[in-house]
């Protein structure tokens, strides 16, 4: 997909000349084949701030699988650059050893044998360790940032509106934090929790609807190690388009360059010497942004789960993807003198679960949140057969079961279940626990949807949704990955423009081509339309995980992609 | 939860899922008028690029009102100011949107408004100087479905 020489033109190329990139140490510690808590936090320090950045950690507190995608298809000026290089070439790119435990954390390349090997990632309490550690060594010099998907994505942080992430996430200290997801608990609550948080919840993107005027606070001072750093906030751009508006109708979004720009300028002109963009934009649209404002050094990156083992820089600023789940935490150790950056270090320090060890405070704080819900947590449903996962373009196995049900349960032709990237994933022979599903469907809108759909409205909701993953523009690409059908076949060109994307529509269960002038019992859920009907999805899958007791799904052969 | 045969078999009323609001054709050629009306607007007369900045959002919140905003970088002094902007939308089943006027007086060449966009389409801002030039400024404006975001 892309050759190691035009990623070296792309990025590399340009950090040497910023200098002391982190590329040596990763690929050193793949070679060792063996881990310890030490070998995982090594990390020489440098310069005289060091920013720590996590996101996406969509609720998971405890250790979990995630397999990283196998598909994550770029267009125009992204396509072959990373993110989205995945599988055997990501481990070339990066000089990644094939079954290293970075090779595991990093990529889809062999996920099932490689978890056997490396056992499941993440969990709140060891990020907490790597985090009282780096505090320890740097203290006064590092800021924590979240860059937001924190609130949402598990059975307990559903039940608690967020309540136990805030807790939990308020004894790491964080001193700043983005969004996302969390106003899908609508605006009222998310104004009754940033009313008593202990840091600051930046949006320089955030304003009011009626009145276009900033609705929360978008830049927060700091100084570290003797250096005024502004950190400005940047909320995913797209939330009233992606998620009900009607759950937050007093806001507007949007990306607002301008007003990011002049938000910039006036940082620097109180005098900040390191300006640093937490955003839940997306890679992409970072990309695109930091070709076209002045004046950021850092831009740390979320939204689109992406985790880089170096930095991307563009132009004079460093992109940095820290990926999801709780699986890493990034460590930015940067050199700021003379009013600039003049060097860094960097490490995506991968969390693994059984070499980190958990810190006690936060193993108790978070058995104490899951403790009132422990029976219905651990409530098992059935059994899987097969690897159970979410992220990619398109279905993902998690995703082909929810179609199942869906299309099982209610008794449809054709079943559409949305493309998010959180959602966990499951080992072959694993049970499938309530929290399992909860993993995958736990959010605000969960009603399952049962509709008359003609032909034509499938095709165009198909064109619709395909276009904001691939439309070349990454500022006009407003969505998740490809939204995942059940039942239904097609064929989707990713380079061709929208309207003319999707061909092949066929039903399943006849072979018969989609009639656009013919109407279809369509299930689904997590319409963004107010006053959706039907059951919780996860009682859907529920259901049906329960009748059949063992889940066994065949890798997905039902679409097929094309770049022409 | 029990699911009941009723609820399994109960179709949605009407189109709940993707209920949009806005017609799901997408831009293949302008159809509309709006290469008239500008052309009525300017005489014909070719209009530069630069002096207009057209803000509208990439992609739009609320199809039915979708805020816009133009400024001109004029002087707007007794010689040389703008003397109206006009707005069209090409993909509208009427292309005429606004047009504003202004004099010297006005003190700055700057109007915002919220429009609606039937679907996805280009929204053209066309400026008339007080000298006879034209300055034109444009933006894709995306109206989608959405709800798949995450």
Redesign the interface.
């Known amino acids: 997909m892309i050759s190691r020489r035009e990623f070296l033109q792309a990025s590399v190329a340009a950090s040497a000349i910023l200098g002391l990139g982190g590329t040596g140490k990763f690929a050193a510690f793949a070679a060792t084949q063996s881990m310890t808590q030490d070998q995982l936090l090594d990390f020489e320090d440098f310069g005289n701030v060091t920013l720590v950045h996590i996101t996406d950690i969509h609720a998971q507190v405890k250790p979990i699988y995630f397999r990283e995608p196998s598909i994550n298809l770029g267009v125009g000026e992204a396509a072959g650059k990373p993110p989205h290089v995945t599988g055997a070439d990501f481990l070339r790119l990066y000089n990644i050893e094939p079954g290293s435990p970075e090779a595991y954390a990093l990529t889809s390349e062999d996920f099932t044998a490689l978890a056997g090997t490396y056992g499941r990632m993440g969990g709140l309490d060891r990020v907490a360790t790597v985090v009282k550690a780096i505090r320890a060594a740097r203290g006064d010099n590092m800021l924590l940032l979240d860059g937001g998907d924190t609130w949402q994505g598990s059975y307990v942080s559903h039940h608690t509106n967020g309540g136990d992430m805030v807790e939990l996430m308020n004894l790491l200290r964080p001193d700043a934090m983005t969004a996302h997801w969390e106003f899908t608990y609508g605006e009222d609550r998310v104004r009754e929790i940033v009313d008593e948080l202990p840091f600051a919840f930046l949006g320089s993107n955030i304003f009011d609807a009626e009145w276009d005027e900033p609705a929360y606070e978008h830049t927060k001072m700091f100084e570290r190690g003797g250096v005024k750093v502004a950190v400005i906030g940047q909320a995913f751009p797209y939330l009233p388009i992606a998620n009900p508006g009607w759950m937050f109708p007093s806001l507007s979004f949007g990306i607002r360059e301008e007003v990011l720009q002049e938000n910039v300028d006036a940082a620097r002109a109180e005098g900040a010497e390191l300006v640093v963009l937490l955003s839940h934009n997306g890679f992409d649209v970072d990309r695109k942004l930091a070709g076209r404002i002045s004046g950021v050094d850092v831009i740390l990156t979320g939204h689109t789960h992406d985790a880089l083992p170096e930095p991307v820089v563009v132009g004079d600023t460093l992109l940095i993807a820290s990926g999801s789940n709780g699986k890493f935490v990034s460590r930015l150790d940067l050199d700021v003198r003379d009013g600039g950056l003049k060097g860094y270090q960097y490490r995506l320090i991968p969390i693994f679960s059984d070499v980190i060890s958990p810190d006690a405070e936060m193993t108790a704080a978070i058995d104490a949140t899951r403790e009132p819900h422990k029976a219905e947590l651990e409530r098992v449903l059935g059994t899987t057969e097969s690897l159970l996962y979410r992220r990619g373009n398109f279905n993902g196995t998690f995703d082909d079961l929810i179609c199942q049900a869906l299309l099982q349960e209610r008794e449809a032709d054709i079943a559409l279940s949305p493309g998010f990237r959180w959602g966990t994933s499951l080992l072959p022979g694993q049970d499938i626990t309530v929290e399992d599903v909860f993993n995958a469907t736990g959010m605000t809108y969960p009603n399952a949807y049962r509709s008359e759909m003609s032909g034509k409205l499938l095709k165009d909701i198909l064109e619709d949704v395909a276009d904001n993953l691939f439309n070349t523009d990454p500022y006009y690409q407003q969505g998740g990955d490809m939204v995942r059908v059940g039942g239904m076949g097609y064929r989707i060109d990713t380079y061709k423009p929208i309207g003319s994307r999707i061909s092949e529509m066929t039903l399943l269960k006849t072979g018969e081509a989609i009639d656009p002038a013919k109407n279809y019992v369509v299930a689904g859920w997590a319409s963004v339309n107010e006053e959706t009907e039907g059951p919780a999805i996860w009682d859907v899958v529920e259901s049906y995980i329960t009748r059949v007791g063992t889940v066994s799904l065949e890798e997905n052969q039902s679409v097929k992609i094309v770049q022409s | 939860?029990?699911?009941n045969r009723r609820?399994?078999?109960?179709?949605?009323?009407g189109?709940?899922?993707?209920?949009a609001t806005t017609s799901?054709?997408?831009?293949?050629l302008a159809a509309n008028d709006a290469q008239d009306i500008i052309n009525a607007f300017t005489g014909g007369a070719e209009a530069g690029e630069g002096a207009l900045t057209l803000?509208a959002?990439?992609?739009?919140?609320?199809g039915n009102t979708v805020?816009i905003e133009v400024t001109v970088d004029s002087p707007m002094s007794e010689d040389d100011y703008v003397e109206a902007v006009l707005i069209v939308a090409d993909g509208n089943p009427n292309a005429s949107v606004a047009t504003f006027h202004f004099t010297p007086m006005s003190g700055e060449a700057l109007a915002s408004t919220r429009i609606r966009l039937a679907k996805?389409q280009d929204v053209i801002a066309v400026a008339k100087m007080s000298n006879g030039t034209f300055a034109m400024d444009r933006k894709?404006v995306?109206v989608?479905?959405?709800?798949?975001?995450?």
Request: glycine letters at 10%; one cysteine or more.
């Open positions: 939860m029990e699911l609820q399994i078999m109960a179709l949605a009323a189109s709940a899922a993707f209920a799901l054709s997408f831009p293949v803000d959002p990439e992609i739009a919140e609320n805020p996805t894709t995306k989608t479905i959405g709800g798949c975001g995450g």
